[in-house]
């Protein structure tokens, strides 16, 4: 059974970093391509990163230059590292496969909140 569990979210002001986790079991990132996703309060979910299973990565433009995303195939993680945190990127972040799968089951999200 697939399970995907996001972490490391929290309130920070901005202009500041925070670092997401995310782990998955009954699924080899190694072998499948990832992305972050993310939902604010009152809109549809959207895109953040992909990446490959080669490790080539790609980003939505609102956040390319600030936003990377990761991968570790030991632990069988994805990570996303976000820096110079703006209030619009205040949402609950998700991981899933990259759009281009079929969606596996959504985890819990971890919440990220943006605000002095």
């Known amino acids: 059974q697939v399970q995907l569990v996001e972490s490391g979210g929290g309130l920070v002001q901005p202009g500041g970093s925070l670092r997401l986790s995310c782990a998955a079991s009954?699924?080899?990132?190694?072998?499948?391509?990832a992305g972050w996703y993310r939902q604010a309060p009152g809109k549809q979910r959207e895109l953040v990163a992909t990446i490959t299973s080669g490790g080539s990565t790609k980003y939505a433009d609102y956040v390319k230059g600030r936003f990377t995303i990761s991968k570790d195939n030991a632990k069988n993680a994805v990570y996303l590292q976000m820096n110079g945190l703006k209030p619009e990127d205040t949402a609950v972040y998700y991981c899933n496969a990259d759009p281009t799968f079929p969606p596996l089951p959504w985890g819990q999200g971890t919440q990220v909140t943006v605000s002095s």
């Open positions: 009954g699924i080899s990132f190694r072998l499948d391509a």
